[in-house]
T-cell receptor
Framework: DQQVKQNSPSLSVQEGRISILNCDYTNSMFDYFLWYKKYPAEGPTFLISISSIKDKNEDGRFTVFLNKSAKHLSLHIVPSQPGDSAVYFCAASTTFSSGSARQLTFGSGTQLTVLP | NAGVTQTPKFRILKIGQSMTLQCTQDMNHNYMYWYRQDPGMGLKLIYYSVGAGITDKGEVPNGYNVSRSTTEDFPLRLELAAPSQTSVYFC????????????????FGDGTRLSIL
């Protein structure tokens, strides 16, 4: 069962417009949510995160919104730039049952293409 | 500033062969992780380690082994390669003051693309 879902495999947006990437989760134990960006032949790089006690976090052009009641989060990129073209992974974090480390559960990713 | 380094970048194995995927980090992170990513899927955790000498299973540990003799290195071993292990493997590390600072993002290497034929 997928605990973190990204239902849109791809998204195309015109340069300068807003990109909105969506993510849904099912596990109420998740207490942090993260977005990672991945270019081909590279590892994922951390982009932005949000605690479950907040509903918005902003960092420059990137804003993450969290709707706990709907178990939904979204990443907004404004304005979108061609260099933003990449795969974006949503990830949700909770503590391992041993309490010793944090476990990340990833969605399947959304390929964002920003057209010049 | 190397971060997390994985070797090799690519490898083709025959069924039944064994190999070790290397991972080293220079950020003095105590926590390290191994993930696999299959096409069209998210990353799935294979094994993780909270410090030298301490490892534990993740979501998909079958067919793999790990060891952690130093803080810097966290190799992943495939003993009897099977076609189902064809995947891209990512190693990651993170800072360990989680309970004090809160969630700390994991830093990833560039991956090892492994094909088993």
């Amino acid at each position: 069962d997928q605990q973190v879902k990204q239902n849109s495999p791809s998204l195309s947006v015109q340069e300068g417009r807003i990109s909105i990437l969506n993510c849904d989760y099912t596990n109420s134990m998740f207490d942090y949510f993260l977005w990672y960006k991945k270019y081909p032949a590279e590892g994922p790089t951390f982009l932005i995160s949000i605690s479950s006690i907040k509903d918005k976090n902003e960092d420059g052009r990137f804003t993450v919104f969290l709707n706990k009641s709907a178990k939904h989060l979204s990443l907004h990129i404004v304005p979108s730039q061609p260099g933003d073209s990449a795969v974006y992974f949503c990830a949700a974090s909770t503590t391992f049952s041993s309490g010793s480390a944090r476990q990340l559960t990833f969605g399947s990713g959304t390929q964002l293409t920003v057209l010049p | 500033n190397a971060g997390v380094t994985q070797t090799p970048k690519f490898r083709i194995l025959k069924i039944g062969q064994s190999m070790t995927l290397q991972c080293t980090q220079d950020m003095n992170h105590n926590y390290m992780y191994w993930y696999r990513q299959d096409p069209g899927m998210g990353l799935k955790l294979i094994y993780y380690s909270v410090g030298a000498g301490i490892t534990d299973k993740g979501e998909v540990p079958n067919g793999y082994n790990v060891s952690r003799s130093t803080t810097e290195d966290f190799p992943l071993r495939l003993e009897l390669a099977a076609p189902s292990q064809t995947s891209v493997y990512f190693c990651a590390s993170s800072y360990d003051k989680i309970k004090v600072i809160g969630n700390q993002p994991q830093h990833f290497g560039d991956g090892t693309r492994l094909s088993i034929l």
